[in-house]
């Protein structure tokens, strides 16, 4: 599965942060800890602080840490942050034809074990089983 | 949530009327028969075969389960299979389903297999999500499917 880069980011900033809930990070520390670019990392915390994923604080000491329910938050609630929705994305050349439709029923079939996966898998699952 | 205070032990017949009323407030269908057969079956029946109830301190059904080591279907080796687990809605999130997963799988072990496994609906993401926390993963099957009415 070949998610989106501010996917991927979004999924390493919310585990990182989630780890040691008590603790900020600013988006600087994190880019050097992904080895990615601080500044589209920037963008994806604000889309996961609009979510109320994670909070942002300003000052000295200011950075973002994770406060939503790791219980609760599965890694689709935050893949569906970035990727488009199965069904929002436009209509491709082909997709009409018998063949398209065919091959349409199974690329939804991939999709849906795709989503059961990940939202099967919450932020605390993953941090106590999978690392 | 504080865990409740649980007594595990194996089903008996007499915990039909509680395990189907259980059942049939999760599912929305009353399985009487379906739940007495496997009374029948599995309740006081060879180490392989194994029905657990969880009671509160207060000796009212807090959830169930059931399962079986089965060996060589599909060209698999022995695993114990998950056939059913229910917990009730209103003690959820408070252990009582860890208690009896890990209760079966204890079960199992002393019968020498060492690998669980189970069939969840992909569209149900809560049950997914339990035995997730659990740590079971995608096993080697994939279950196929097709009409023939």
Known sequence: MKLQTATRLGLY???????????????????????????????????LAD????????????????????????????????????????????????????????????????????????????????? | MSKPLLHLRAAEPADL???????????????????????????GGPPERQFLVAETA?????????????AWEFGQPPAGWIFAIEVDPKLRLGGVGSALFEALAERFRAQGVDRLRTLVDRKDHSILAFFRAQGMTAGPSLQLDRAIG
Not at chain 1, 24 to 46: P, W
């Open chain 1, 51 to 131: 979510a109320k994923m994670v909070a942002g604080e300003r000052g000295a000491t200011g950075g973002y840490r994770f406060i939503a329910n790791p219980r609760r938050t599965t890694l689709m609630d935050i893949v569906a942050l970035f990727e488009p929705a199965p069904g929002a994305r436009a209509p491709e050349p082909g997709e009409a034809t018998d063949i398209g439709r065919a091959l349409g029923r199974i690329l939804v079939e991939i999709d849906e074990i795709a989503e059961a996966t990940l939202r099967s898998v919450s932020v605390d699952t993953l941090l106590k089983r999978g690392l």
């Open chain 2, 17 to 43: 009327a509680a395990i189907s009323g259980l059942d049939a407030r999760l599912t929305g269908s009353a399985k009487t028969a379906y739940w007495q057969g496997m009374l029948e079956r599995y309740a």
């Open chain 2, 58 to 70: 207060q000796g009212t059904l807090a959830g169930f389960v059931a399962g079986e080591v089965r």
């Open chain 1, 13 to 47: 900033a919310v585990l990182e942060l989630a780890r040691t809930p008590d603790r900020t990070l600013s988006a600087a520390e994190l880019a050097t800890r992904f080895d990615v670019s601080a500044h589209h990392l920037a963008k994806v915390l604000r889309t």
